[in-house]
């Protein structure tokens, strides 16, 4: 019955995850081996099916992290509340969330921009905070929320 059913599913599942697994180690032998070699290799592939490979978006990264922080107000005295992104780092005491296998593009575009230093190099921003400031649907669904989900004041925003 169901039992014998669930029983089958998990054996299966478990069955291809372990083969995977043991696919993926063998593969990655050798991507393994080029992160501890003294003259490393940035996005090479090491099998012939590329499915392993040392892909490196940067070949260095910075000790601090440049973060853009986007906040609005009814009032210009504030107080001031802050939009807050899925997965971009923010509050430090909340648990980083599961991504993989997904990308979220915006909180990627918004660590750029940061590193970028200025908002000229980033046209799309003006764009972004105009439709957070007329509260766009689009947009604000891309976020975590909604500071002002239930104000139906204009806000200002820093």
């Not at 909340?94 to 970028?116: E, G, T, V």
Request: net charge positive; glycine share 6%; aromatic share 12%.
């Amino acid at each position: 019955g169901a039992v014998e059913m669930a029983r089958q599913s998990h054996f299966l599942r478990t069955t291809v995850s372990t083969l995977f697994y043991l696919l993926m180690a063998k593969l990655n032998i050798n991507v393994v081996r080029n992160l501890f070699a003294q003259r490393q290799l940035m996005n090479a592939s090491f099998d012939k099916l590329r499915l392993c490979s040392t892909y490196g978006a940067f070949g260095v990264v910075s000790e601090t992290r440049q973060e853009l922080i986007i906040e609005s107000a009814n009032n210009i005295d504030g107080p001031w509340k802050e939009y807050h992104f899925r997965v971009k780092p923010g509050d430090i005491h909340k648990r980083p969330p599961w991504i993989s296998p997904y990308h979220h593009r915006l909180d990627w575009q918004m660590w750029i921009a940061a590193q970028s230093g200025r908002i000229e190099r980033n046209p799309w921003l003006y764009k972004f905070l105009l439709k957070l400031l007329q509260r766009g649907k689009d947009v604000i669904d891309l976020l975590e929320g909604d500071p002002w989900e239930s104000s139906s004041s204009d806000a200002t925003i820093h």
